[in-house]
């Protein structure tokens, strides 16, 4: 094994080149760190290219009332106060800095009149907070962040003669394992995706950015990348994830024609102007405020209407309730019967502005539409209905630093939980990339520091176990089947893959039952055992066969997580819908769902954690009236006596 | 609406391949994209095929089709008749990986020898103050979604290996303009770069790149020809030469 594996020795490894791990690399690489970033597909093709809408940062260009405390209290209702506070607040304060800072990296956002940064509404933003590039505001930071590796590049170049020296970018390469000295993480090991040889990366830090899960559903806006690889490298290393039952459906992904289903249909347009309506014609969305938002949204269409010019003496119409609340009013009204002949429902700009205005403000909705549906968003309504999209569960990390459970494991962006509670506002998502990605960056290269000369070190057992492991499906055999009887041929990872889509879709997505939920977790064990004899055909060069069958193994450890957390959390919050227990109940609000591995086994086993307490000053940003909706009794005694409070951790 | 249709893919590596024959099904509304993930589903299971995101916004699933540089995510079938044979290969510009999959390194390299956004001095974060009207040029240009097709297509480089050292190519071309018209880039000298060192001379404007953009970026018109004026007029006007060297600068 030893002599046919590339070995690199680096200070910090970044899984990972979206926005997170982008962000990550230039902050350990600019704290003096030997930085390597490891990403599965070419650089600067990461799936943050596909955000359109904005990255939300209360800097107050458009409207000076705006303020951290405001982005606070909007974000955490967004999460239904199950998000972890102190990253609430973190992201909050430092998103301003973190947008100007992209600035002076070379990032052209679109301005105000006077020259600033623009920012629009977005759904459950109190104020128009999201800088943005028309609708292609991800590829913006993509590229931005790109860029300025290039230029550390180029600094390294005139100073050492060499553009690599501190900071390189291996792409294409997929890690299939992390390896541990003792308690701590060692390395990563993992293959290049064109040759298919091993490679080792020995790092005593190692930085977890590798997105979403969206790959485990059949309908999702998420790219092929979202396998959930950082997820289960994580649990299998020994962190906890938290949250994994919610799971945010957007609203709005397109559902015709079949294979453009689940594409993204941005949130700008509703903040924009654009209306839903079902198929008798009629403006739904006013039937679908819940209780806990209703003083907060317009009642009637004209008052909706009059909030886009006059944000002081009106409320924002419930079009831009956050993402949860309009995916299961959707739900609900196809379910109904008023949906589309496609089954979604409509949204429409053609009637709410002149095609100019469209064209200038959603050039990538408008293309996208007209070239992939034959449909003219200026002239014609769109057809849309919800998609997976986002996982608000992920990695639990300590605020401040990104740290994990595991010693010199770090995890930022969609792989970490926490930051969006049962809920992510549009948004949110492009400033949490840039805020925590940062700080994982510096929390890495803080601990590499401290590590000083006793580097961790990967054993020959662990290298020569992953590489079997990478191996397999090489070498799978029929599954006997049950009458011990030899199956006919092994099995194809594609239709693995179709049928576990199929599965967590049907019975582990938007709406969920218990019997259901129990049925999926049934069909994800047999699942997992006809995985194992997933076979491939052919050779270790870019092999997507090959690539697939390894990427099962995390799908399938995910969606266990998920299943088994949808089936423990009785109550309705966020993204997770129980139709068997439809209320939002407060004793539920302080439950963090850990999902971790026994030790030694292979087993996902669930605890109860309690959600990090809200410090009182926080706290006293809401109204006693408001947070009387979320919490119970005891809690709210807090307010009452803020003394005692005052001693408690937050 | 679901019918049969005939394609042919090259196979093969870095040593050579042949274009195979496929009958695949095909249904309403899909794009070529999903045909070849079929095909990888039900025939070839280790077909080698780049993409990611599926919706025309990443840039990786670039091939030729019918000997045309297309995205393979916005290829929709119904812009062929059901008879027809539709030809896939390789971007041709580029060295083989593996069947639809190539070498695309050169890109990367050129893009690093591109002097970075060079930050105005004494302007802290935060204080960037631009002109809407003003950037837009720029945000043209920052619409690319790097999927190199005007690079496979650019005759300078397509079956010229021997210019792939003098010339970037259209996206870098288009890169260098966008820092030129950049509203806030303090470094002076990116015309005479493009003209030094990008091989800007190399282009006669024929558009093709421009035909090819997934993005509709008006590569030749907004970016190469002002970038090519003014190389001319930094070359050739006196004035504009003497405020480069005591450090005035008009872009």
């Known amino acids: 094994m030893s002599s046919l594996l590339e070995r690199h020795s680096y200070d910090v490894i970044v899984i990972g080149a979206g926005g997170a791990g982008l962000r990550a690399a230039i902050e350990a690489r600019e704290q003096g760190q030997k930085t390597a970033i490891l990403c599965k597909s070419l650089f600067g093709k990461a799936h943050t290219v596909m955000a359109e809408g904005g990255i939300a940062a209360s800097m107050g260009n458009v409207n000076s009332k705006d303020s951290w405390q405001v982005h606070f209290c909007d974000s955490l209702r967004g999460g239904k106060f199950l998000n972890n506070p102190r990253m609430v607040e973190l992201h909050a304060k430092e998103a301003p800095d973190r947008v100007w800072e992209l600035e002076t990296y070379g990032a052209l956002f679109d301005r105000t009149p006077d020259g600033k940064i623009s920012q629009r509404n977005f759904g459950g933003h109190e104020y128009p907070r999201l800088a943005h590039v028309g609708d292609r505001t991800g590829l913006e930071l993509i590229r931005t962040l790109q860029q300025k590796i290039v230029s550390l590049q180029q600094e390294d170049l005139r100073e050492f003669g060499d553009a690599e020296a501190r900071i390189k970018v291996f792409a294409e390469l997929t890690v299939t394992e992390l390896v541990k000295d003792g308690d701590a993480v060692a390395g990563a090991f993992g293959y290049y995706r064109e040759t298919g040889n091993f490679v080792l990366f020995e790092a005593p830090a190692i930085i977890m950015a590798t997105g979403g899960i969206g790959k485990s559903f059949k309908v999702t806006s998420n790219s092929w990348e979202y396998t959930g690889d950082g997820h289960a490298l994580c649990l299998r290393a020994g962190a906890n994830l938290i949250n994994m039952e919610f799971m945010q459906f957007h609203p709005t992904g397109m559902i015709w024609p079949p294979s453009v289903k689940g594409i993204l249909v941005t949130e700008s347009v509703r903040g924009d102007g654009g209306i839903l309506t079902n198929v008798e014609g009629k403006r739904f969305m006013f039937n679908y405020v819940p209780d806990v938002f209703r003083g907060q949204y317009a009642k009637t269409e004209e008052e909706g209407d009059r909030w886009y010019d006059d944000q002081e003496n009106n409320k924002r119409p419930p079009e831009l309730l956050p993402r949860d609340e309009v995916a299961r009013a959707i739900n609900s ?225 995910v969606s266990e997580c998920v299943a088994k957390a949808a089936l423990e959390r009785h109550e309705s919050r966020g993204g997770h819908t129980r139709e068997d227990f439809p209320i939002m109940d407060p004793n539920w609000r302080g439950v963090n769902l850990v999902a971790h591995l026994v030790p030694g086994t292979n087993t996902i086993e669930l605890t109860h954690k309690p959600v990090p307490t809200i410090r009182p000053d926080l706290l006293a940003l809401f109204d006693r009236s408001e947070l009387e909706k979320y919490m119970t009794a005891p809690e709210l005694t807090v307010l009452d006596n803020p003394q005692a409070a005052a001693g408690e951790k937050a | 609406m679901s019918y049969k249709s005939k394609f042919k893919v090259w196979r093969g590596d870095a040593d050579g391949g042949d274009l195979n024959d496929y009958t695949v099904d095909v249904n309403e509304g899909e794009v070529l994209l999903d045909v070849i993930h079929r095909l990888q589903a039900t025939q070839a299971p280790d077909l080698a095929v780049r993409w990611n995101c599926k919706a025309g916004k990443c840039g990786s699933c670039s091939a030729e089709v019918n000997g045309k540089p297309s995205l393979l995510c916005m290829t929709r079938m119904n812009t062929f008749v059901p008879e027809e044979t539709v030809t896939v290969t390789p971007m041709r510009t580029f060295p083989i990986i593996r069947d639809l999959v190539t070498d695309v390194s050169f890109n990367y390299e050129k893009a690093r020898q591109i002097p970075a956004f060079s930050p105005p001095k004494g302007v802290a974060p935060g204080d960037y103050r631009m002109k809407q009207l003003d950037v837009e040029r720029s945000q043209e240009f920052r619409k690319c979604i790097e999927c190199f097709l005007c690079q496979d297509v650019c005759h300078v480089v397509r079956d010229h290996d021997d210019n792939k050292k003098a010339f970037s190519g259209p996206r870098f071309l288009i890169r260098a303009a966008e820092l030129s018209m950049h509203p806030l880039d303090s470094n002076p000298d990116r015309a005479e770069f493009a003209r030094d060192e990008q091989g800007i001379g190399l282009c006669n404007i024929t558009k093709c790149c421009t035909e090819v953009c997934p993005e509709h970026i008006k590569i030749t018109d907004n970016a190469i020809i002002p970038m090519k004026e003014r190389v001319v007029d930094k070359k050739y006007d006196p004035l504009v030469w003497l405020g480069s060297k005591i450090g005035i600068h008009h872009d």
């Open chain 1, 333 to 557: 009204e196809v379910k109904a019967g008023r949906g589309t002949e496609h089954g979604g429902v409509y949204l429409d700009v053609s009637t709410r502005m002149p095609a100019e205005v469209i064209k200038k403000k959603l050039p990538a909705m408008h293309a996208q539409f007209l070239e992939l549906a034959d449909v003219d968003i200026t002239t014609h309504p769109m057809e849309v209905g919800p998609t997976a999209h986002y996982i608000m569960g992920g990695v639990e990390v300590d605020p401040d630093t990104e740290g994990t459970a595991v010693p010199g494991l770090f995890a930022c962006g969609e792989v970490s939980g926490g930051m969006h509670g049962s809920n992510r506002l549009g948004g949110n998502s492009l400033s949490d990339l840039i805020v925590f990605g940062r700080r994982a960056g510096l929390g890495a290269a803080a601990y590499v520091s401290a590590l000083g000369e006793k580097r961790p070190t990967v054993s020959e057992a662990d290298l020569e176990a992953a590489g079997k492991a990478a191996l397999a499906p090489f070498h799978a055999e029929p599954q006997p089947g049950p009458d011990g009887a030899v199956a006919p041929a092994p099995e194809n990872p594609y239709t693995v893959h179709t049928e576990l889509q199929q599965v967590m879709s049907d019975l582990v997505g938007i709406i969920r039952r218990e019997g259901e939920i129990t049925e999926a977790l049934q069909k994800l064990q047999s699942l997992r055992k006809r995985a194992e004899h997933a076979a491939v055909e052919g050779h270790r060069q870019f092999n997507p066969g090959w690539h697939l069958a390894l990427d099962l193994r995390n799908m399938l450890d």
